[in-house]
């Protein structure tokens, strides 16, 4: 790629060996360079072809530090979760942080310690992704964002793992997953282990399980012979009276039926994290 002009160190309009252009993104990618002089790809963060115009705006908008920042976070978030932002997640979080630096200085906080409590326990290691952010945050800021922020944060970093999930997916299910754990730890009058690896696997499994009924996705796997369903209630009563309230939680605030399958899958995860020795 040749260089074309920069719109800031981190941020400059080259061109590739086919002439088509793109705006990089990436630490000091466009700081001394001169128009045919050859790019340093390995220095390249992001990058979006000239012909998605919303997307170069919205970034031509953002201040150098801004660029910048994002890009140490992402970095760091790719790393720390082995994951991989695309252009679009790139572009909410630059936005997020944005907004958030604004609101940081003007001392606007936005905090819902029960919520906080929530996606801490339900998703450790992108809350921890976002600890760090905060802490790249102040240390190329200068500003420390309020704890408020790790929530919102820490929901971007979940959404990495699905492209076709929005954040808005994921607020959504975070809460309906929060409220499911709710009712199994009411069922069975206890609070659950969460850092047990049943616990991390119900977890996944109500996530997975959710986003594929918001997305109105219902085929399924091979169905289970049915007369399973009726053995697992018989050896299980205690868990299926917790799915059957589960279930009756997801008709009346969405509408939504458990399948029979649902059903097995379901008691048997609430087994596994209400036996905590097996």
Do not use: C
């Not at 994951?83 to 907004?99: E, G, M, R, S, T």
């Not at 029979?260 to 905590?276: A, E, F, K, M, S």
């Amino acid at each position: 790629m040749k260089f074309v002009k920069n719109y800031n160190n981190n941020a400059a309009l080259v061109v590739d060996d086919e002439n088509v252009e793109w705006m990089i993104v990436g630490k000091g990618i466009g700081f001394g360079k001169k128009p045919g002089d050859l790019v340093d790809a390995s220095k390249i963060t992001q990058k979006f072809k000239s012909v998605n115009n919303d997307e170069i705006d919205t970034l031509k908008e953002y201040d150098e530090d801004i660029i910048n920042v994002t890009t140490d976070i992402v970095q760091d978030v790719e790393a720390f979760l082995k994951v991989k932002f695309n252009d679009y997640q790139y572009l909410i979080l630059a936005d997020h942080i944005n907004f958030a630096y604004k609101r940081a200085k003007e001392h606007i906080e936005f905090t819902d310690r029960a919520v906080s409590w929530e996606v801490k326990k339900l998703f450790p290691k992108e809350y921890q992704a976002s600890v760090r952010a905060i802490e790249i945050i102040r240390e190329d800021l200068g500003v420390m964002f309020p704890k408020g922020e790790l929530v919102f944060l820490t929901y971007h970093f979940v959404n990495l793992e699905n492209e076709k999930e929005t954040l808005q997916d994921t607020i959504q299910v975070s809460k309906m997953i929060a409220d499911i754990i709710n009712i199994i730890q009411i069922s069975y009058h206890t609070t659950l282990d969460d850092e047990s690896f049943n616990y991390s696997r119900l977890v996944s499994h109500l996530r997975y399980f959710l986003i594929r009924k918001l997305k109105s996705n219902n085929t399924s796997t091979e169905q289970l012979d049915p007369s399973l369903l009726k053995l697992m209630i018989m050896k299980y009563p205690d868990e299926n009276a917790t799915v059957q309230k589960i279930s009756t939680f997801l008709r009346n605030t969405k509408g939504w039926a458990l399948s029979q399958n649902d059903q097995v899958y379901l008691i048997l995860h609430v087994w596994r994290v209400t036996h905590r020795n097996n």
